[in-house]
């Protein structure tokens, strides 16, 4: 099944808040270069909703729903190094037919923590009067098991794919760049998660490792005191190689993602800015047999403060 694209999305924020000529939005699915004014805390909700089906949409034979709300919470804690800690919490209900019969399973409850640090390591704005910047940061952290493994329904434990948590401590590194000129910046980013074993579902599982791939690029479309709009487009890729289960590699599993994902942005006031993004799959090459990603939706905010 599909994890989440971008798993430091909302985490990595940018610090560039201005608006007219020199602005610029951040990615709202991929992990951005920037990091957060020193000693800058930022404060973002955000809200997800995500359909996977068997049969490219027909649901004949599943349908997973997950409903993710999430706080991120990020700290500038010098120029150039920013620390975040995500907190997600799922509602998940998955349909199967089983026998000729739909059985329905459910599960919600706090997902796994994500602690992640970004740190720039270089940056260079261009000399005015042209208006424009580079910079590129590095990427790591740890997935940690705070979700529960052992959630139940009428019918048991709920299977390993909609546990609220994984069990596995994973890690996370990557690399993140940007071109800002003017109106319009781009970005380009890499990640490679690093799953572990665990117990989770009371089956033995290793997800197979995550490698995340994304572009980007926004635009300022909107420039009026008070209400600058921002729109963003970005691809969103994910290669995840195939899970072992009880030290069995699983056959349906694995396999190669690419979504295309619009979105708007706006800057409502100084330091407060909504987000709204759509990510739509373009590449669906996964092995076997699976639930395949038919859409997700995301609402957000992000409020700076010192």
Do not use: C
């Not at 973002?44 to 049969?55: G, I, K, L, Y």
């Not at 919600?108 to 992640?116: A, P, W």
């Not at 940061?137 to 299977?159: A, F, Q």
């Not at 998660?193 to 117990?199: Q, Y």
């Amino acid at each position: 099944m599909k994890s989440r694209t971008s798993l430091l999305a909302g985490i990595l924020v940018g610090a560039g808040l201005g608006v007219a000529q020199d602005a610029s939005a951040f990615p709202i699915h991929a992990p951005n270069a920037r990091t957060v004014f020193s000693e800058f805390t930022v404060v973002a909700p955000r809200f997800e909703f995500t359909r996977e089906s068997d049969e490219s949409g027909q649901s004949r034979n599943g349908r997973l729903d997950a409903f993710t709300s999430s706080l991120d919470l990020v700290y500038g804690a010098s120029r150039d190094f920013t620390l975040g800690l995500n907190i997600p919490y799922a509602v998940k209900r998955l349909r199967l037919f089983e026998d000729g019969a739909k059985v329905s399973r459910r599960s919600d409850g706090v997902g796994d923590l994500s602690l992640v640090g970004a740190y720039r390591v270089y940056r260079r704005d261009d000399p005015l009067p042209r208006r424009g910047s580079t910079q590129f940061s590095l990427i790591g952290g740890l997935k940690l098991p705070s979700g529960s493994t052992t959630e139940s329904d009428s019918r048991g434990l709920v299977p390993p794919d909609i546990q609220p948590g994984s069990g596995s401590v994973d890690g996370i590194l990557g690399g993140a760049f940007l071109r800002n000129i003017g109106r319009f910046t781009a970005y380009a980013s890499v990640q490679y998660k690093i799953n572990s074993e665990a117990t989770t579902g009371g089956k033995r599982i290793r997800a197979g490792n995550n490698l995340h791939y994304d572009l980007v690029a926004d635009y300022l479309i909107l420039a009026e005191p008070g209400w600058n709009v921002f729109g963003v487009l970005e691809l969103n890729g994910v290669y995840k190689a195939r899970t072992e289960e009880n030290g069995v590699t699983k056959t349906d599993s694995g396999g190669n993602l690419i979504f295309l994902s619009p979105g708007l942005e706006w800057l409502l006031r100084p330091y407060l800015i909504l987000e709204l993004g759509v990510q739509l799959p373009i590449v669906r090459q996964l092995n076997g047999r699976q639930l395949e990603p038919d859409y997700s939706v995301l609402l957000g905010l992000r409020y700076f403060f010192r």
